[in-house]
């Protein structure tokens, strides 16, 4: 009797090694990442000119908020990285940063991605708080691929 129990605890055991094998396998395949310990440095190595949509989203994620470029009405994406859970931007149409969430923590980088007609990125923008001076900055790579950095705020 007491081998009849011991197996069924090991085949117990094997099935639950085995879900959750499953488990961290689906996980580690889907496209849900979050967005934490994102700096900017390590979107300047993630995002290149000429990423695809399904690239970005490989590597971001796909908690994306579409708006649109407020000179010509164009398509964007933008990621809220680090954003607390009850974070809403002041403004889900176009593209303008949310200078105040940053400033108070509620989010730690604002990023802008530009799509072209090829479905490619264009060019990016990366807003976040510098906390050594207290100044929320621009890091941005143009559509020539320079890339210009300055602070946005006093």
């Known amino acids: 009797m007491h081998k009849k129990n011991q197996w069924k605890w090991s085949i117990l055991v094997a099935a639950i090694i085995i879900a959750v094998g499953f488990v961290g396998i689906r996980n580690f395949l889907s496209n849900e990442k979050p967005l934490y310990g994102e700096t900017v440095e390590t ?3 993630k995002i290149k000119l000429g990423l695809t949509k399904e690239e970005v989203k490989s590597s971001l994620g796909d908690d ?18 680090e954003a607390k859970e009850n974070y809403t931007s002041p403004d889900d149409e176009y593209d303008m940063g949310d200078i105040e969430g940053l400033k108070n923590g509620e989010l730690k980088i604002q990023l ?8 490619t990125v264009e060019w990016y923008s990366a807003l976040y708080l510098n906390e050594s001076d207290g100044k929320v900055y621009d890091y941005r790579v143009m559509s020539n691929g320079e890339a210009k950095e300055k602070a946005i705020t006093k």
């Open 112 to 119: 802008f991605i530009q799509w072209n007609s090829k479905d």
């Open 64 to 81: 994306i908020t579409a708006i649109k470029n407020s000179m010509d009405d164009s398509e964007m994406w933008r990621y809220d990285i």
């Open 43 to 45: 979107i300047k190595t």
